[in-house]
C-alpha cells in the first residue's frame, strides 16, 4: 500500500488532499501544529481506515519535528511514496518588507523553504531505496517569474526560492524514479478549502474567468493526477490551479 505524507493537512487544503489519498487507497500520515481533535477527526469521518492513518504533532519551522516526523512514518508504515509539502505559514497582515520583525521572517522562511529542505533530507534516501517518489510543493500565482508581490515580500520569497528547489530535486533525482512539481493554488476561501467543485459550482464568482470559486477538491484533483505512477514525465513543472485569476498583480501598484 502506497503512504502519503500531507504536512498541515488536518484542516484546510491539506485535509481535502488526506481525503482524496484516503479514498484512492493509500495510507496516510497528516501533521498537525496545534488542533490535535481536528486532525483525529479524520478516524471518526473514515472508521473503516482507521489503520491506515496516523496524525502527528509537528511545527513545521522545528526542524527536530520534522526528522521525527519521518522516523515515525518510516517505523509505522515502512516506506513513503508521496510527500506533499501542504503546511506554509503566511503573516495574513499587509506588511511591507521594511515592517516584518526578524522573527516573522525566519518563521515564513523555515516553514515554507527550510522546511522542505529537512524533510526531502530525510525522505528522498527512502524513496530512492523504492525507485519511486512523488514530491509535491505549493507556490503562488506567477512564482516561477519571481515577481515582487507588495505587502507579502517574505511569503513571495520564499516561495520563488522553492520553485528552484523543486526544479533542481526535479532534475537530480529523476533517474530515482522520484518527481517533483509545485502546485499553486489560486484564491480559495472559507469552507471552500475543505469542499468539493460540486460545492464550489452553487457559488457564482464574476471576478473569475471560470465563473466560479476554486476548491480544494480542485487542488487534491491536480495532486492525485501528479502522482500517479504513469505521471513520471511531469516533473519540475508549476501548475496554476487559478480559474486564471491574476491574483497578484494588483498589487504591485497599490498604495
Known amino acids: 500500500m502506497r503512504h502519503a505524507i500531507i504536512t498541515a493537512g488536518s484542516k484546510g487544503l491539506g485535509r481535502k ?11 496516510v500520515t497528516v501533521t498537525y501544529r496545534q488542533d490535535k481533535e481536528k486532525a483525529e477527526s479524520l478516524y ?11 496524525c502527528v504533532q509537528a511545527d513545521v519551522t522545528n526542524q527536530n519535528d520534522l526528522l521525527n516526523l519521518v522516523d515515525e512514518v518510516v517505523e509505522k508504515f515502512g516506506r513513503i511514496d508521496v510527500l506533499v509539502n501542504n503546511a506554509g505559514p503566511y503573516i495574513f ?10 522573527e516573522e521572517w525566519n518563521g515564513i522562511i523555515r516553514g515554507n523553504l527550510d522546511a522542505v529542505f529537512h524533510l526531502l ?18 507556490g503562488f500565482q506567477d512564482a516561477t517569474s519571481a515577481p515582487g508581490w507588495v505587502y507579502r515580500g517574505a511569503f513571495a520569497a520564499a516561495k520563488t526560492g522553492l520553485v528552484s528547489l523543486t526544479k533542481t530535486i526535479a532534475y537530480e533525482e529523476a533517474e ?5 512539481n509545485m502546485i499553486s493554488p489560486g ?14 459550482r452553487k457559488h457564482e464568482d464574476p471576478k473569475t474567468p471560470v465563473g466560479r470559486p476554486g476548491s ?4 487534491s484533483r491536480a495532486i492525485m493526477f501528479l502522482c500517479d505512477d504513469q505521471s513520471d514525465m511531469v516533473t519540475g513543472s508549476v501548475i ?7 491574483v497578484i498583480h494588483k498589487y504591485r501598484t497599490q498604495k
Open 17 to 27: 488532499v488526506a481525503e482524496q489519498f484516503l479514498e484512492q487507497g493509500y495510507s
Open 44 to 54: 471518526k469521518q473514515y472508521p473503516t481506515y482507521s489503520d491506515r492513518i496516523q
Open 93 to 102: 497582515e499587509r506588511k511591507k518588507i521594511m515592517d516584518y520583525s526578524v
Open 121 to 138: 533530507k530525510k525522505v528522498i534516501p527512502v524513496m530512492r531505496e523504492q525507485r519511486f517518489g512523488r514530491i509535491i510543493t505549493y
Open 176 to 180: 530515482n524514479g522520484i518527481t517533483a
Open 187 to 200: 484564491k480559495i476561501e472559507a469552507d471552500l478549502k475543505e469542499g468539493t467543485i460540486e460545492e464550489s
Open 216 to 219: 480544494g477538491e480542485d487542488i
Open 240 to 246: 496554476e490551479v487559478t480559474g486564471g485569476v491574476d
